[in-house]
């Protein structure tokens, strides 16, 4: 098994250096909804030879007329291509479009870009090695239309030796593509760690300019006071070196003077529609030593400067 491992990922390798020689790479795409025409759009952009399957008809016909090919089965599609990306609603249906496939799949790279938990990743990959698939599981953080963007993060966790073969391709749907490890169930843990972020500070935020719309406060003249606070909360919250991250070590008064300094923006004269002064890092952010694992991930370093 290991030695097929190995084989197999040699295979892959001198694979991705064909793509960097300027060779096309056969790619099928198993989901046409909203993100699975915008997954099988990059690779036709660029010139990849991409099939496509869906189970309503219709959907791929203005891709199909501008190339790529329309698979009537999962099976026809399967068969068209060694690089298999699936995006569908959710990992349930992922099992029942592959699990009737039998060995089809075999020796095949299955990249799965559907949305799920850990838990599920991590049985897919399970389910993936019984069959001798290369499985890579993915999350997107981007909505469609972030497709084929040169900041557009995507998440890859699972065999490192399968993402490095197939890095060239999977770097089209997104620049800021990014390895985080071999568990397979890593890439939907960020996704989740993610979007509970993501869904918090919307929260938090509306709630924000709401509370001000009573007072007639218009977006425009809040926002900059949100962006600084915004800023601050990770600074604040996150300490290198800990497990959690969280600065628990700190004392209430210390904790107190990590907060923002009390210089806030100044009120402006109503026709200064200029945003305040830049934020004033927190004490804690000058005590940072140089990020190191796992902080020092792309993807860390990639949100921090963001
Ligand atoms: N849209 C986004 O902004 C976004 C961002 C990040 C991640 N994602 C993830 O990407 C995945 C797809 O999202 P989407 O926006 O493309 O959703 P969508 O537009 O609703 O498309 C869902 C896809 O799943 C297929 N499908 C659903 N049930 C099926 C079944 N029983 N058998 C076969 N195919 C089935 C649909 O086929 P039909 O066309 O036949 O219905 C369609 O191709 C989701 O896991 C989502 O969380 C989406």
Redesign the pocket.
Known sequence: MTETISTLAQERQEHGAAIEGGQRTAVTVL???????ALATAFVSHGHPTTVW???AG?TDGLVARGARLARTVAEAVAASELIVV????YE?VR??LDPLGDALADRTLVN????TPQQARELAAWAAERRVDNLDG??????SGIDQPDTILLYSGHAATFQSHRSMLELLGGGTTYLGADAGLATLYDMALLSTMYALYGGFLHALALVGTAAVDGATFVPYADRILKEVVSISWRPGRRDGRSRSRTPSKRRSARPKPTRPRLRHRRDRSPPDPPVRSACASERSPPSSPEDRPIARSLRSS
């Open positions: 989901g046409f909804g909203m993100m699975g025409a869906n189970r309503s959907k995006c569908v609603s959710t249906v029942e479009l870009l559907t949305t799920g999350a997107i953080m981007a909505i469609p």
